[in-house]
């Protein structure tokens, strides 16, 4: 099926803590589905993924600014 781009969903907080690890952050699954929780509620902004099958293999957050 190849690589798919969607919305970001709560459960996903548990395979970005590999992706937010990568880039040198220290990360737990706790406070990344509490802080993709704010993010998702807010209607100026969204977190979409992509996936491949079941891995997870990047994410991107947009934000509206006027």
């Known amino acids: 099926m190849g690589i798919v781009f969607r919305p970001a969903r709560l459960p996903d907080a ?34 979409f993924v992509a996936e491949e099958g079941p891995e997870l293999l990047g994410w991107i957050h947009v934000q509206e600014s006027l």
Do not use: Y
Not at 22 to 46: I, K, N, T, Y
């Open 14 to 47: 548990a395979g970005l803590v590999g992706l937010v690890e990568e880039l040198g952050h220290p990360a737990r699954r706790p406070e990344l589905e509490a802080r993709l929780s704010r993010v998702l509620a807010r209607p100026d902004q969204a977190v």
